[in-house]
């Protein structure tokens, strides 16, 4: 790793220990699978490219999982890659496991908004803004979980499945945009995504084909981040049945669906700290509507994959084009119905207990100075230790 991301990883606030190098004996789920799959990635796209891959682990406020590379140039004038450094951040995964408690836990909008203070006193001490961010801590404080007891075992063990699910969703979605940087996506495969998001945008906005193209032109990182979703999806699809713990297609749309809510409410949470009047909620729209689309297709296509050499499901529909493509219509609907009404449910839970609303007002509680808190050399010291103990 370079001493210029060694020291970017570093001035994010370390939580605890130092950044460390994983080798495969080191507790990450799936790094093996994983430092094969992007290896092969790569490979598959240039065999030019002969490179080294190596996973850190960091644990900070900022909750940065990352992938850096470096390039060396060639004799014919286009960069290859040197090595890819995949930093994976523990503070994002212990995050996205304590908002997959709070949802499966049917959290109230009270509780949502305790954990939203924990949130928004880290932004601020990152910023240094420590005052603001021990008047958060007090708000914090001054409010209850409503869970009583321990929480459920069986619930708390789902949560951390899904939340491995999602650090590897993460990483795929996080090691495309190497492949967007780096020109390594097919025309076909870019037009072929291109038609299709403009297809789900058509049916799901009152936009014309040429106001979607507009849109699409203009805000070519919503574009990116829709392609580095689809790809980490069909990422997932095809290693499954390869994972040491058993899933099923839900589970996969369930979790991509839960960690896209849970990213967004960090990504707002920073920039309304920073009083940026950003509105992300279109773009979450945008790849909520891609991501429904495109993860019940993929559970569609690999669980039906005989479909329509099946001998049974021949016999189920009468001899006219018309009806057979009604009936195939039908039969899909129904397949997919399940994942799609799972996927609504999961977007109603944050659209209606996190709302932009609720942060703002968390924010606006506390950006008011506390005459009852002093500057002091220690401040710092004394807020990254309460910090630390906040859940």
């Excluded at 836990?105 to 908004?113: E, G, L, V, W």
């Excluded at 996969?252 to 990213?263: F, G, T």
């Excluded at 009047?277 to 495109?294: A, C, M, P, V, Y």
């Amino acid at each position: 790793m370079s001493q210029k991301i060694f020291d970017k990883i570093k001035n994010s606030k370390l939580r605890t220990s130092n950044i460390v190098r994983l080798d495969q004996n080191s507790h990450l789920y799936a790094i093996n699978s994983l430092a094969g799959i992007l290896k092969n990635t790569l490979h598959e796209a240039s065999s030019k490219f002969d490179f080294k891959i190596d996973f850190w682990s960091s644990d900070t406020f900022s909750k940065n999982t990352k992938i850096f590379f470096s390039l060396r140039p060639t004799a014919d004038e286009s960069d290859e890659i040197k090595s890819v450094d995949v930093i994976v951040d523990n503070y994002l995964t212990e995050t996205l496991n304590a908002l997959n408690l709070l949802y499966f836990h049917k959290a109230s909008i009270s509780d949502n908004k305790k954990y939203i203070c924990k949130l928004v006193a880290e932004e601020f001490f990152c910023l240094g803004l420590t005052v603001n961010a021990m008047s958060t801590i007090k708000k914090y404080t001054s409010l209850k979980y409503g869970f009583q007891g321990e929480l459920d075992k069986e619930t708390s063990r789902k949560a951390a499945s899904y939340t491995a699910l999602q650090q590897m969703f993460i990483l795929l979605h996080e090691f495309s945009h190497l492949l967007f940087k780096c020109n390594l996506i097919s025309d076909s495969k870019f037009n072929w995504f291109k038609e299709n998001l403009i297809i789900i945008m058509k049916e799901n906005t009152s936009a014309n084909e040429a106001e979607i193209e507009k849109y699409i032109s203009e805000n070519k990182k919503i574009f990116e981040e829709c392609y580095c979703d689809s790809f980490a999806v069909e990422v997932l699809f095809e290693i499954i049945n390869d994972l040491e713990e058993s899933y099923n297609f839900k589970d996969i749309c369930e979790s991509i669906a839960l960690s896209i809510h849970q990213l967004h409410i960090l990504e707002r949470i920073k920039e309304a700290v920073k009083g940026r009047e950003i509105d992300l909620s279109l773009q979450l729209i945008i790849r909520q509507l891609f991501l429904n689309t495109f993860m019940s297709m993929q559970c569609f296509k690999h669980s039906k994959t005989d479909l329509f050499s099946s001998e049974a499901f021949r016999k189920q529909v009468t001899s006219t084009e018309k009806d057979i493509m009604s009936q195939t219509d039908v039969f899909i609907i129904n397949t997919i119905a399940p994942y799609t009404d799972n996927l609504i449910s999961i977007a109603n839970y944050y659209y209606n207990k996190v709302t932009n609303e609720l942060i703002l007002d968390v924010i606006k509680s506390t950006t008011t100075q506390d005459e009852t808190i002093d500057s002091s050399d220690q401040l710092d010291d004394l807020c990254f230790n309460i910090l630390m103990q906040l859940i």
